[in-house]
Structure formats: structure tokens, C-alpha cells
């Protein structure tokens, strides 16, 4: 009876250990089908248009009578973007993930880790169109512009977007220092604060890059609620100008593109696709030496 029911365990941790190697050469699978049909798909146009003029001709008019491709306005304003919301959404994430992690009451903490859980649950075309109620006239009146739809507004919107991602994986790495790192701290005569910010945060500081890794993903690759509030034209990237970043620029055009345009849109999704491996490698490798 033993050996039968010791079989059957084998049996099903076998079963079990081929489904989860099964998932796990999928991810792997659905990753390597999308690069391979991104770069197929992309670089025909490249190579029609030329790289250096793809990459940093200023201008983008693909239905003009002559037509020019030119993808720097979307690089630069995509790099702005994400830049300027890492700048303003992780300090603010942190703070928050410090305040719910050891300063806040047991009560409010399970209430603003529901408000977290929340905030990342909203479609962006809610965001998008909260921009474009609050934060575009909000702008508009404050800096006194004749249109709030600009780089800016993006900015604000995609701060707030990343705060989920950036609160809740650093309030993990948080938690996840051993008490008795605080214990001897506090024991040599540190206050809490001093504590928490000068050896909880450091000794968090692998998971605390990690969020930022997440929240540079959801940043750059955000579309529907740029595209709502960016003004979502070619310009040459302003502060306070409309601009267009990668993701709305084939999120806006690809509906009715043909031709050589559409292939250039496929082009774009490369260049973004390639973008976004270069960032999360640079900081992977930058965490695994902080872990080191």
C-alpha cells in the first residue's frame, strides 16, 4: 500500500515537474516568436529607408509627396518621458513604500496596500482620460499655454502610472531586511528614521532597482494614455510642446498605414522593442553587481 501510494507520489511530481517545464520553455518560446517576427518584419524598411536617416532625420511626413521616416522626434520624446517620470514617480514611490512599510498605522497599512493594489489595476485609457479632464487644463491654466496637451502632462500621467509598480516592490524589498539589521541599529542609539534610511533602504537597494526596472517597462511602453494627453505630434520634443512618443506613433497610425509606411510602423516596434532590451539589461546587470 506504501509502495503503491509512494509510486503514485512520484508519479504525479513527474506530471506536475513536465507541466512546469512545459510553461517555462513556452515563455521562452512566445519571447523568441516575437523578437524573430520583429526583426523580420522591421528590418525590410530599414533597409529601404537607411538606417541613419530612420534613426536621425527629424521629420516624419510618410503621406507627403515626399515622403521622410525620420523616428528621432519619437526617440527623444519617448527617452524624455520615461526620464522625467522615473525622476518624479520613485521618490515618490519609495517614500510611499517607507511610510507603508514602518511608519504607518497596522490599520491604514492594509487600507493603502488595497489603494496600491488598486491604483495598478486601472486601465490607462482611465488615466488617459483622467489626464485629459484634470491634469491637461490643470497645465494649460498653470503655465498659461494656448494647449496643456504636451510632454509635460505625459510626464504627470505616466509618474502616477508607474507608482504602483514602484510602491508595492519596494515596500517587499523592504520587509524582506532582517529585523535584526534595524534591532542593532536602533540598539547602538540610531532613531527609526536614521534607521530606515540609512539601513533598511541600502540593504533594500537590489529590490528597490528592480521596481525601477518595472516601472522604466511600464513607462516606455505605455500608448493609449500618452497618446491622450501628449498632444500626439511629430515634434521635436519641448517641455511644454505636443509631442508623439514610439508607442502612439504605431498605437495612432497603424489603422490606415500601407505600403512603406506601414513597414516603417513595424520598424518603430523594433527600435522600441530593441530600446527597451538595452534598458533592462543595463539595469539587470547593474542589480546583479549591487548584489554581488
Given at each position: 500500500?506504501?509502495?503503491g ?12 515537474g513536465?507541466i ?13 516568436v516575437i ?6 518584419s522591421?528590418?525590410p524598411a ?11 532625420c ?8 515626399n515622403?521622410?521616416?525620420?523616428i ?6 519617448s ?18 513604500a517607507?511610510?507603508i ?19 495598478s ?15 491637461v ?43 535584526e ?12 528614521t ?14 528597490i ?11 516606455i ?22 509631442v508623439?512618443?514610439l508607442?502612439t ?14 513597414k ?21 546587470f547593474?542589480?546583479k553587481?549591487k548584489?554581488?
Open positions: 500500500m506504501k509502495n501510494l509512494k509510486l503514485g507520489a512520484k508519479l504525479v511530481e513527474r506530471i506536475m513536465g512546469f517545464t512545459l510553461c517555462g520553455f513556452a515563455a521562452v518560446l512566445f519571447v523568441a523578437t524573430v517576427f520583429l526583426f523580420v522591421g528590418i530599414i533597409g529601404e529607408i537607411g538606417l541613419g536617416d530612420f534613426l536621425l527629424t521629420v516624419w511626413s510618410p503621406t507627403s509627396a515622403p521622410q521616416y525620420g528621432l522626434p519619437f526617440i527623444t520624446a527617452v524624455m518621458g520615461t526620464a522625467g517620470a522615473i525622476i518624479i514617480g520613485v521618490p515618490i514611490g519609495l517614500m510611499c517607507v511610510y512599510s514602518k511608519f504607518a498605522p497596522k490599520k491604514l497599512r492594509g487600507v493603502l496596500r488595497e489603494a496600491v493594489s488598486l491604483l489595476g486601472i486601465p490607462s485609457v482611465v488615466y488617459g482620460l483622467v489626464g485629459m479632464i484634470i491634469i487644463p490643470a497645465v494649460r491654466t498653470v503655465f498659461g499655454l494656448p494647449d496643456g496637451a504636451n510632454l509635460f502632462s505625459a510626464i504627470i500621467v505616466l509618474s502616477i502610472m508607474i507608482l504602483p509598480s514602484v510602491i508595492s516592490v519596494s515596500e517587499t524589498a523592504i520587509n524582506a531586511v532582517p529585523h539589521f534595524e534591532e542593532g541599529s536602533l540598539a547602538l542609539g540610531a532613531t527609526k536614521e534607521t530606515v534610511f540609512k539601513i533598511s533602504v541600502p540593504a533594500a537597494k537590489s529590490g532597482l528592480a521596481s525601477v526596472v518595472l516601472g522604466i517597462g511600464r513607462a511602453g505605455e500608448a493609449m494614455a500618452v497618446m491622450m494627453v501628449s498632444g500626439n505630434v511629430a515634434n521635436m520634443p519641448k517641455l511644454f510642446g505636443s508623439r512618443f508607442t506613433a504605431v498605437a495612432s497610425e497603424m489603422s490606415y498605414s500601407s505600403g512603406l509606411q506601414r516603417a510602423l513595424f520598424s518603430i516596434a523594433l527600435v522600441l522593442f530593441i530600446f527597451i532590451l538595452i534598458i533592462n539589461f543595463v539595469l539587470n547593474v542589480i553587481r548584489k554581488d
